[in-house]
């Protein structure tokens, strides 16, 4: 029997994730355009700068980055179902936990470039 954490995770994805996203190519591809034309030029230059996206969801800002060369990357997020789905686009490392648990036992100056978005 699942946890009552992991079935509202579950539902979430059902009734939310899921509607906003395709798990192909074309759509890692099509989202990654879409944020690079809007976030651009807030996007870091540094291929080594180690990049941090919260409630990552299915890692399209993790793909986008990667995409733009970012060589170290890593997304967080409560729901293991999304990050399943991501992990077949991305090199990023998945981490399956709450966001603030994850923040609050990260070493100050962990990470460069920090990103939180819902889309």
Known sequence: ????????TLDYYRTTA?????????HYESTAQHL????GDWLP????TRCLDVACGCGDMLYCLEKHGICETKGVDLCREELDKARPFLRAELVCTD???F????????????TALTF
Request: overall charge neutral; hydrophobic content about 35%; charged content about 20%.
């Open 36 to 39: 690079q034309r809007r976030f």
């Open 99 to 101: 966001v603030l648990e």
């Open 103 to 114: 923040l609050r036992d990260a070493p100050g100056g962990s990470y460069d470039f920090v």
């Open 18 to 26: 899921a509607r906003g996203h395709s798990s192909t190519l074309q």
């Open 45 to 48: 230059q540094q291929q080594a």
């Open 1 to 8: 029997m699942a946890s009552l954490h992991d079935q509202v």
